[in-house]
């Protein structure tokens, strides 16, 4: 009914950058929502960054100042501008959505996940 199809990871080097993209497809009505999270080996998936509709956003403390996150509602997609990056930055992303679809109904969606290594 709603996917969600993440783009973007890679392999890059101590202090690089990488773009990851997400968007959203399906019967959408509007999307409340939209967020990234990531879990490295080991450890339990935390948030990352999210952006409401109205374009607030939020961050983890350990990556504020080096990610931004940005919306295109358009075309329902999340980026995640991630520059500066740390080998502490490896990890699997997944992006979150909330969506209301034309039905009304609340669904939450996850993409499949993007592996993001960096190395040092």
């Known amino acids: 009914q709603v996917q969600l199809v993440e783009s973007g990871g890679g392999l890059v080097q101590a202090g690089g950058s990488l773009r990851l993209s997400c968007a959203a497809s399906?019967?959408?009505?509007?999307?409340?929502?939209m967020g990234w999270y990531r879990q490295a080996p080991g450890r339990q998936r935390e948030l990352v960054a999210v952006?409401?509709?109205?374009?607030?956003?939020n961050y983890a403390d350990s990556v504020k100042g080096r990610f931004t996150i940005s919306r295109d509602n358009d075309k329902n997609t999340v980026y995640l501008e991630m520059n500066s990056l740390k080998p502490e930055d490896t990890a699997v992303y997944y992006c979150n959505a909330l969506v209301l679809t034309t039905s009304k109904q609340y669904l939450e969606r996850w993409g499949q996940g993007t592996l993001v290594t960096v190395s040092s």
């Open positions: 952006i409401l509709s109205a374009g607030s956003t």
């Open positions: 399906g019967s959408i009505f509007t999307i409340n929502a």
